[in-house]
């Protein structure tokens, strides 16, 4: 077709038309994919903190003392004990809720709020708490201690 | 039953064999319960002679074997009177209450009869008792005071764990107030007679009786029970002590110990009183009614100025974690996700507790160390709750170059249209 | 390049003899036409649903312990998370919201009659299935919320007479809704439904694409009166240039709802303790709901709950086969058919508004 035949508004039309169609193309699947390519890559944490949870490092912990750490969405409390082996608990008291925590002078779980007392497997042994505290499973992972809640029977 | 005495008959059995036979069938009918003439007549008497065997079988005594006799004396088995009734048999009648103690510790107080019944159960409540107010006053002559049934109940004892006992922990402030709250009952002894009705509004009968805690303190708890005397003035903190361990220490080690002391001033009660027991708040720091500071201090010296540093801080730290809480509340009603900060501002709560429980050591700069502790925690959440705000006007954005995305998509596509239909 | 590819396709393929009645397709243009949308819209929204469900698969996990906690971590840790599980919510109620107004516009339009019996019951199935796309999608995140409303939901299926238990027992994968009805909606949502709902849109594109658009009768009527009348769009591009409009308006509404009403997580279910107060299905289930509630407890000898969810099987039942109830008087039926359809969407409406606002 000859090119000086095409009026000059048909040809800016189209010219229109294409940079619409053609821009909008590319941007609308431009903020369509960006979303989804982001998301198909793994966040850095890929823990949900819902079973297991990484508690410390081997090392962290010096023997005879304790460490809160973040168990879903409350504390707990992970125990080295002097004899080398760790203990994991919820460090929520059971008497009102105060934060536990572990002492090495008792060798047990003291919370300070009411003086309540807790031997290290979360018995409660002393004060007002009425029931033990939640036991948790503690696995070493390499230099990883992996805390996890116990497998229902 | 015929049968079998034919068939006795029947073997010219001696007549003492079939006797024995009959007591035996009767005493299998009535399992469990022997022939008891103080129950069959007593129970229909009105009070106060009455005692139904359905209230007599909920006591535990009775539950263990024992009987009317075992305390009353006289015998169970006559329906004659002078014979159930009779001095031949030992009866007691109704015990005079001097003797009751006595009598109740004839068996409570012997450990190696005790033992038969419930190895774990004290054996000393007698021997405190008469350490006791109660006590001495009774050795004096004195009955209107509490002896062991005015407690425990009488015909119906219930032990302690039983809910429906007397002396159950979530009963007790009822049963001693039905003395100690009876204004014209306890006129002659001087002492006030409003604790129940104080101890009713406190922090503590909040949580054994409403919540159910059964570890909160009742009048047993701080008074002692068989040997119930007031704590003296000096020794009021040591009571308190034993649940609220750190205030009691940081007091102890701080200035009030010693002067409270010297001035024979009653601890903890000072300024938290003794029987109606609320719970504390900031206000107590304060110049209002409820502070307790200025009722001894004077303003302007340098305890006042602590108190003033102290509950500044302290309003602070409470005024940042509100904030903090607020921020995350809209935050979350924005959609954005913010469980974590949520989380740590249990910790800067627990910062402020701790603060507060520090208030007892009466020094400015421990409190601060621990509020400075909670003022970064709810601070760092507070910006948490900012960001998270930040991040969602970001989305906004995000959504608005999308939507123009989409408009010039939507045009392009209207122009297309219109060109191919032209 | 375009041309290209389609050439290498078609000399092997003989794409030609394919397309041929593609390119000669129309679509009717009348006053009524912007109705014919909504099937479109409709199966766009289940294509957004396929995808964005297949995202979160990539980090959803189902199982009692872990699905409140994969949710929270989709919607806070990955990567606009929170944005592709607000637009699988969203579009999930769109969708179904779309569904309804598309059957009723069907209804209405008559575009049932014969000879689409067949595109109006392989519809209404899909209905069916994408009511449970939503009832087994609901349960998955395992809030509390959920967990109650499927134990109400479960259970009221459970009053079915004679195979009512047994059904009730086969959806919740045992007597009480636990971690095992979880993984068992899980597998109804991603797997069962799917396949069912392929299949049986397989079959309804194909009979559209058959039968072409129907038109309303009046209109019909008009048209053959008069045939200068009759105006028709080539479905190819133009009316599909329209949908796709459509489509970018529709994705343009869901992003903007994403962003705005992010879909929101609620607490963690916890079986054992007691359910919260005013316990509701969602806003699809409510009118159903609400009926049952007004019913009495017992109507004459019977128990008034079961005779409730029978008359909604009924209904169920009668609406699948509306087409065949069209006598030898159309004209007749379909007024009453017209009737009876305003009737229900009058009381969906109202029933939906009252179940929304009741205590």
């Known amino acids: 077709m000859c090119a000086d035949h095409i009026p000059q508004t048909r040809t800016t039309r189209r010219h229109a038309i294409e940079i619409f169609l053609g821009g909008g193309v590319l941007a609308s699947l431009a903020s369509f994919l960006y979303p989804v390519l982001r998301f198909l890559v793994p966040p850095p944490v890929a823990d949900l903190g819902g079973d297991e949870v990484v508690a410390a490092k081997v090392g962290d912990l010096k023997p005879n003392s304790g460490e809160i750490f973040r168990f879903g969405s409350r504390p707990g409390l992970l125990i080295l004990q002097s004899d080398g082996t760790y203990r994991a608990l919820s460090a929520t008291c059971t008497h009102l809720g105060c934060t536990v925590q572990y002492r090495a002078d008792l060798r047990q779980i003291w919370c300070p709020c009411h003086n309540g007392i807790y031997d290290l497997s979360g018995r409660n042994v002393s004060g007002p708490p009425p029931r033990p505290l939640d036991a948790f499973d503690v696995h070493l992972r390499g230099d990883e201690i992996v805390v996890s809640r116990k497998r229902e029977a | ?422 | ?359």
């Open chain 3, 1 to 359: 390049m375009f041309a290209a590819l389609y050439r290498w396709l078609d000399e092997r393929l003989h794409l030609d003899g394919l397309i041929e009645p593609f390119r000669h397709k129309t679509v009717p243009t009348h006053r009524l036409s912007y109705w014919y949308f909504f099937g479109g819209i409709t199966l766009f929204l289940f294509i957004v649903q396929v995808f964005t469900g297949i995202l979160l698969l990539l980090y959803y996990r189902p199982s009692a312990n872990e699905a409140f906690e994969s949710v929270q971590y989709i919607m806070t840790r990955v990567q606009f998370g929170w944005l592709i599980r607000s637009i699988h919510s969203w579009s999930a109620n769109l969708m179904i919201f779309t569904a309804f107004v598309h059957m009723f516009s069907v209804l209405f339009l008559k575009a049932y009659r014969k000879p689409r019996e067949m595109t109006w019951v392989s519809g209404m199935l899909l209905l069916f299935l994408v009511m449970g796309f939503g009832f087994s999608g609901y349960l998955l995140p395992w809030n509390k919320l959920a967990f109650f409303a499927t134990t109400v939901g479960t259970q009221m299926a459970g009053q079915v007479p004679v195979i009512g238990q047994p059904m009730m027992v086969f959806l919740r994968g045992g007597p009480q809704v636990t971690g095992a009805t979880l993984t068992r909606f899980f597998g109804f949502h991603v797997a069962v439904l799917p396949m069912l709902v392929t299949i049986l849109l397989a079959i309804h594109l194909f009979l559209v694409q058959r039968q072409g658009m129907s038109v309303p009768p009046k209109v019909e009527a008009a048209w053959t009166a008069n045939p200068s009348l009759r105006r028709e769009m080539r479905f190819f591009p133009n009316f599909l240039l329209r949908e796709l409009m459509a489509w970018y308006v529709a994705i343009g509404t869901l992003g903007a709802l994403a962003a705005l009403f992010p879909w929101n997580l609620g607490v963690k279910a916890e079986p054992f303790a007691s359910a919260p107060a005013g316990i509701k299905p969602e806003w699809y289930f409510l009118f159903m709901y609400q009926t049952l509630k007004l019913i009495p407890s017992k109507v004459w000898i019977f128990d008034g709950e079961v005779l409730g969810i029978l008359g909604c099987g009924l209904a169920g039942l009668f609406w699948l086969l509306l087409p065949f109830f069209e006598s030898d008087k159309p004209a007749r039926t379909r007024t009453w058919i017209t009737g009876l359809g305003v009737f229900a969407l009058v009381y969906m409406i109202v029933m939906s508004v009252y179940g929304y606002v009741a205590q």
């Open chain 2, 1 to 422: 039953m015929a049968m079998l005495r034919n068939k006795v008959c029947g073997f010219a059995a001696p007549r003492s064999t079939v006797l024995a036979g009959v007591v035996a069938l009767a005493a299998c009918l009535g399992y469990g319960q022997a022939v008891n003439s103080c129950v069959d007549c007593h129970s229909t008497m009105p009070d106060p002679l009455g005692v139904t065997s359905d209230k007599f079988s909920q006591d535990i005594h009775a539950q263990k074997g024992l009987t009317c006799t075992s305390c009353h004396g006289g015998d169970a088995s006559s329906y004659d009177p002078t014979v159930a009734m009779g001095s031949k048999a030992g009866f007691k009648g109704k015990i005079d209450r001097r003797k009751i103690p006595d009598l109740c510790g004839s068996c409570h107080s012997n450990p190696n009869l005790m033992r038969q019944y419930d190895p774990s159960l004290r054996t000393d409540q007698l021997a405190e008792y008469h350490t006791s107010v109660h006590g001495k006053r009774l050795a004096a002559g004195d009955t209107k005071v509490a002896v062991c049934i005015d407690c425990h109940s009488v015909h119906d004892i219930r032990p302690p764990s039983d809910p429906r006992s007397t002396v159950n922990p979530v009963n007790v402030a009822t049963t001693c107030s039905r003395c100690h709250a009876d204004a014209s009952y306890m006129k002659q002894y001087g002492i006030p007679t409003d604790q129940f009705a104080k101890y009713n509004t406190s922090v503590h009968h909040d949580a054994l009786a409403v919540r159910g805690d059964l570890s909160a303190p009742t009048c047993t708890t701080c008074h002692g029970n068989h040997g119930a005397v007031p704590p003296g003035v000096d020794k009021v903190q040591n009571v308190c002590a034993n649940c609220h361990v750190f205030q009691a220490q940081m007091y102890a080690k701080s200035t009030h110990s010693k002067v409270f002391q010297e001035k024979g001033l009653p601890g903890c009660v000072v300024c938290h009183t003794n029987h109606g027991i609320h719970m504390p708040s900031d206000a107590m720091l304060g110049t209002g009614p409820t502070g307790v500071c200025m009722r001894c201090h004077a303003p302007g010296d340098h305890c006042d100025r602590a108190r003033v540093s102290i509950l500044s801080n302290l309003t602070q730290l409470d005024g940042t974690i509100k904030q903090a809480d607020d921020a995350l509340r809209v935050a979350e009603s924005s959609g954005m996700e913010v469980s974590e900060a949520r989380l740590s501002q249990d910790q800067a709560r627990d910062a402020l507790t701790k603060a507060r429980v520090t208030i007892h050591s009466f020094q400015a700069a421990l409190v601060d160390q621990d509020i400075q502790v909670g003022m970064k925690i709810a601070a760092a959440n507070l910006k948490a709750g900012k960001d998270a705000m930040i991040e969602r006007n970001h989305r906004r954005i995000g959504l608005g170059l999308c939507f123009v995305a989409i408009a010039i998509m939507l045009v392009g596509l209207w122009l297309y249209i219109r060109k191919l239909e032209s």
